[in-house]
């Protein structure tokens, strides 16, 4: 592929890749550590916010965020035509 | 039957299980005994990874941290899973393009230098050792304590499975054994957890039990649990950290770059056919990793109100208030035997009273309750899972369950260590260092002899720990995150750190972090040889220890990015290779060429 198509795909990965690690990261280091205390006032059924985020949620939004990078790569991958086979 | 028998018969059906699965998955070329053969669908190497990933630590240590520390255990559960964030998007596909055999071997050949790919080596080592020793204890407690051999012969039996299925199938024998290792775990996991769930709470589901009210009650189980354990002074649940909001933020962070820089994972990505499976298998690993690392939470406080509230009947400090010694349940006599439980009547009153001796508070309330001291002079942490079926009143089978998972989960560990510390020797030492013109079948031939000599160090390591292991197990994570993490991620998304810059990074990340952990727990942590104390106030900024591979991390990323500005750049040639690995496209099987 050329030079310029090839750094284009690679600018689309990294937008991609930086919107995921910031999502990654208010989930986890923000709303589970950071700010913890003040979501802590607001109760998601028997779990104070903050808590839950730190013990449960950042979890489940990692797992979301992989999948969905692996799918949105994908749709770039074919635009970009350099996906496999 | 009775429970001996019947841990007999579980445990010896699900080794049977892996020694048939040995005999199937024979290895017969490098590329099987590397990397499976590179055919691995992403949904099983997914579970594979989720069993080796998950340890003993994961199954039996983890809940009970949990109970323990509450809030403040969070690192461990958003730092071993947030890593695989990492993985999935910044390394497992690119490495998989590249289409190496191990981790050294692509820091070799990315930085053009035999120097950085045995400095790789090293720290792959000094990581996977520390790490390994702690599973080898972990198989040999766990028979002396269930099986009622002497540890000893208990560690030899899990030397000599582990070495039937890693020396004869390799990467292709542990794979398919992870599976069902997996299966055998998760299992083992979570029917004690969906039985202790509907006991307190009527919901089966424990991620949702812990969230609901205590049955017949107006609370909810982390109120109530609140409410329980700062009436006998101990602290908050559900807000009080183990040394600080700075550190908990650092620890979480370098247990997170520790998972994604641990050459054991990082290699099972290298198993999948194609790029596209690499990210998708690093998020089917986290499904399966979740289905405990959710759990997890609510078997720690569901474990530590039930032992609470067994030995705190009544109110705080009123004459009933706390249960006879005579009247406990089974469960706490038989956990007494073991050792992992210790009474004390210092008051003589017959009653136990289990209270924060450390809080200057309650010991003022408790000389007014005519109470002499703490009197659970030992509660083990790893009580939380390993008697959470007796507490809950389950079978005998579910019992002999948690042993066989326990078991699964620290085998399937010790042997993806195992095979990566036995491939960094002969693929990346003897094939691709010392003797590069050996045949494929002497190098497979030098890979089981390789293996051999792992099992039989992690053995001798196992029957003689040395005084160091429990201390550097943790550590493992921060020497990760400060040495191969970052080499890693420059290589891939730094096309103009040359050598010299890479190799300076790891050396003085590693270095940075073995020099912080020495001066507090001392040197090779032999007591006294420390310069600094082990205290908070002697810490940097109050990050503990364990918790700083990530500022090594950050120590090895700036001496590179300096190193590379004043140093020439890679040549052109592995600036190519560099845009080569960057897309996805010409994947081909895993070589060792």
Redesign the interface.
């Known amino acids: 592929?050329s030079n310029k198509s090839?750094a284009e795909?690679?600018k689309a990965?990294l937008r991609l890749?930086t919107l995921?690690?910031v999502i990654?990261f208010v989930a986890?280091?923000g709303f589970?550590?950071?700010l913890?205390?003040p979501l802590?006032s607001i109760m998601?059924?028997?779990?104070?916010l903050g808590?839950?985020f730190?013990?449960?949620g950042?979890?489940?939004v990692?797992?979301v965020?992989?999948?969905f990078?692996?799918w949105r790569?994908?749709k770039i991958?074919r635009e970009y035509?350099?996906?496999?086979? | 039957m009775d429970l001996t028998t019947l841990t007999y018969i579980v445990v010896g059906a699900t080794f049977a299980l892996y020694l048939g699965i040995a005999v199937w998955a024979r290895a017969g070329s490098t590329g099987e005994f590397y990397v499976a053969g590179g055919g691995v669908h992403p949904v099983a190497n997914g579970m594979a990874t989720g069993a080796d990933w998950m340890s003993a630590a994961s199954f039996i240590s983890m809940a009970g941290l949990i109970a323990y520390n509450g809030y403040g255990a969070s690192v461990f559960l958003m730092g071993w899973t947030g890593g695989y964030v990492l993985l999935a998007m910044l390394l497992a596909p690119y490495l998989r393009k590249f289409g190496k055999f191990t981790v050294p071997e692509f820091i070799g050949d990315r930085y053009y230098s035999q120097t950085a790919r045995i400095v790789a080596v090293v720290c792959l080592i000094l990581a996977s050792i520390t790490y390994v020793i702690g599973q080898m204890k972990g198989i040999g407690v766990a028979f002396s304590r269930f099986l009622e051999t002497d540890y000893d012969t208990g560690l030899f039996i899990g030397m000599g499975i582990v070495f039937f299925y890693s020396v004869l199938g390799g990467m292709k024998g542990i794979t398919y054994t992870q599976i069902a290792q997996y299966v055998v775990l998760i299992f083992a996991y979570t029917v004690p957890a969906v039985f202790i769930s509907l006991n307190i709470t009527g919901n089966p589901f424990p991620q949702l039990g812990l969230g609901s009210t205590v049955t017949g009650t107006e609370l909810t189980v982390l109120e109530k649990l609140n409410m329980v354990i700062t009436d006998l002074g101990f602290n908050d649940y559900t807000t009080s950290t183990m040394s600080g909001k700075l550190d908990m933020f650092v620890y979480t962070l370098t247990l997170m770059i520790g998972t994604a820089g641990l050459p054991h994972v990082i290699v099972r990505f290298f198993t999948v056919p194609k790029v596209a499976d690499a990210r998708k298998s690093a998020g089917w690993a986290l499904v399966f990793i979740a289905a405990l690392y959710t759990t997890a939470p609510a078997v720690g406080a569901m474990a530590r109100l039930n032992l609470m509230q067994t030995i705190q009947i009544g109110e705080v400090g009123s004459a009933e208030g706390n249960v006879k010694y005579d009247e406990a349940p089974q469960w706490f006599r038989n956990w007494e035997k073991t050792g992992l439980l210790k009474f004390e009547d210092k008051n003589g009153d017959g009653r136990i009273q289990y209270y924060n001796e450390k809080n200057p508070e309650m010991v003022k309330k408790a000389a007014e309750y005519g109470w002499a001291g703490n009197e659970m002079t030992k509660v083990d942490l790893d009580i939380m899972v390993l008697a959470n079926p007796e507490i809950a009143q389950l079978p005998n089978w579910v019992i002999a369950l948690v042993v066989a998972g326990g078991l699964a989960a620290a085998l399937s560990t010790a042997a993806g260590l195992l095979l990566a510390i036995a491939s960094a020797i002969s693929h990346d030492l003897l094939k691709g260092v010392f003797m590069p013109s050996i045949s494929e079948k002497a190098e497979l031939n030098a890979g089981r002899v390789a293996m051999i000599g792992a099992i039989l160090m992690a053995g001798y390591f196992g029957l003689h720990p040395p005084g160091f292991a429990a201390g550097t197990v943790a550590i493992a994570f921060g020497l990760a995150a400060a040495s191969i993490f970052p080499a890693l991620m420059m290589g891939i998304f730094a096309k103009k750190v040359g050598s010299t810059a890479a190799i300076a990074g790891m050396v003085s990340g590693i270095g940075v972090t073995m020099l912080y952990v020495f001066q507090h727990k001392g040197i090779m942590f032999i007591p006294g040889t420390e310069f600094l104390g082990d205290m908070g106030a002697n810490w940097f900024f109050g990050i503990s220890p364990n918790a700083f591979g990530a500022v090594g991390a950050l120590v090895n990323f700036v001496v590179a990015f300096a190193i590379a500005k004043v140093t020439a750049e890679p040549p052109e040639h592995i600036q190519h290779l560099v845009e080569e690995i960057r897309i996805p496209k010409g994947a081909g099987a895993a070589t060792g060429h």
């Open positions: 592929m090839m795909y690679w990965n890749l995921c690690l990654w986890s280091f589970g550590i950071l913890a205390e802590n998601l059924g028997g779990y104070p808590f839950w730190a013990q449960q950042s979890i489940y990692f797992l965020l992989i999948f990078y692996a790569m994908g991958d035509d350099v996906h496999e086979d």
